[in-house]
């Protein structure tokens, strides 16, 4: 799957020597969003190309996963600077990662499943740093 495409709308913090920083980004639908940025250089106002989003909580099973959006929303939920709780669906699966569209923003989850029986099922799982790269 290819990057996202977001517009920086806010930059709360940045560290001038090692050009890390805390970012907010929008969705095309008008949804935002903060994540950790190591070290990509960005502007308010410019758009990015989202590679890849951050850290899942391990703690979680396979199960665990599928029955955590039992309502079958897509939604994207902040519950710390960084950290987020996610419900979306399946929509496509490629290599070790499973893509999952939570309602503006597609996240990749590395490892989940190979088995592509699980397209179209309704997903929920935690990010506990949502980190980026980007071009």
């Known amino acids: 799957m290819k990057g996202q495409r977001f ?3 806010n930059i709360p913090w940045k ?4 050009h890390q920083s805390s970012i907010e980004l929008e969705t095309a639908n008008g949804q935002r969003f903060t994540c950790f940025n190591d070290g990509y250089d960005c502007k308010i106002g410019k758009f990015i ?7 899942f909580d391990e703690t979680r099973d396979f199960d665990t996963y599928f029955k955590s959006n ?5 939604s994207i939920v902040q519950t710390a600077e960084w950290d987020y709780d ?3 669906q399946i929509i496509e699966l490629e290599k070790d990662t499973t893509w999952v ?3 503006g923003v597609i996240i990749p989850i590395e490892y989940l499943t190979h088995d592509k029986r699980v397209i ?3 997903v ?12």
Do not use: M, N
């Open 15 to 18: 560290c001038e020597v090692s």
């Open 49 to 55: 190309t989202v590679h890849y989003f951050g850290y």
């Open 120 to 122: 179209g099922d309704w």
């Open 86 to 88: 996610f419900k979306g």
């Open 7 to 9: 517009k920086v709308v």
């Open 101 to 103: 569209d939570c309602g």
């Open 70 to 74: 039992p309502k079958q929303e897509k």
């Open 124 to 135: 929920g799982f935690s990010v506990s740093r949502l980190e980026i790269e980007a071009d």
